[in-house]
């Protein structure tokens, strides 16, 4: 089983501030490589798929790059309503989920 | 508008049954592979099984292999979870989710609201 490990636990910062996380694959996953966030009560939104793509109607201050091993989704600015836990996930084998990402507010 | 809505969660005695249900609606249910992903209380996700959208086509995870078997209707645009054997490890919120694929780069592309299933004597 491929075990995805995300990196920071959390992380606090303020808004307008640009926000790093980190994903990394125990073995090669390509770029077969998604990543989710989700707010408390609320199902996971898909905000990059493809490692690198954007989902239909999520902003231009989400990005995400990176291939086989290492991935890393960015926001370039922080808005209020980006405060959530984030997950990376793999297809490569069957799919598997990062612990997640909590972003809270500084 | 995608719709996916969950039913049937309920407290259930460990070494029970139950049956989950996801009604799909806004798209053609059978161009799509399904999934259930489920949720501890305060936990990650977690990945528990998939249907392939014509072929039937099934897998699981390690954790409810045996004990879970994942269905769907086609005709009436609806997946099914039935759970067996259940554990308290098995509480959780329980998601049905679409598998979007562009260029053989698969996700999740919409989710359902989630429906809670708690395991407790």
């Known amino acids: 089983e491929i075990v995805l490990t995300q990196s920071p636990a959390t992380l606090s910062l303020s808004p307008g501030e640009r926000a790093t996380l980190s994903c990394r694959a125990s073995?090669?996953?390509?770029?077969?490589l998604a990543w989710y966030q989700q707010k408390p009560g609320q199902a996971p939104r898909l905000l990059i798929y493809g490692a690198s793509n954007r989902a239909t109607g999520i902003p231009a201050r989400f990005s995400g790059s990176g291939s086989g091993t290492d991935f890393t989704l960015t926001i370039s600015s922080l808005e209020p309503e980006d405060f959530a836990v984030y997950y990376c996930q793999q297809r490569s084998s069957w799919w598997t989920f990062g612990q997640g990402t909590k972003v809270e507010i500084k | 508008e995608v719709q996916l809505v969950e039913s049937g969660g309920d407290l259930v005695q460990p070494g029970g049954s139950l049956r989950l249900s996801c009604a799909a609606s806004g798209f053609i249910f059978t161009d799509y592979n399904m999934n259930w992903v489920r949720q501890a209380p305060g936990k990650g996700l977690e990945w528990v099984s998939y249907i392939h959208s014509t072929t039937t086509t099934t897998y699981y995870a390690d954790s409810v292999k045996g004990r879970f078997t994942i269905s769907r209707d086609n005709a009436k645009n609806s997946l099914s979870l039935q759970m067996n054997s259940l554990r308290a490890e098995d509480t959780a919120v329980y998601y049905c989710a679409r598998e979007y694929c562009s260029g053989g780069r698969c996700s999740f592309d919409y989710w359902g609201q989630g429906i809670l299933v708690t395991v407790s004597s």
């Open positions: 073995q090669s996953v390509s770029d077969f």
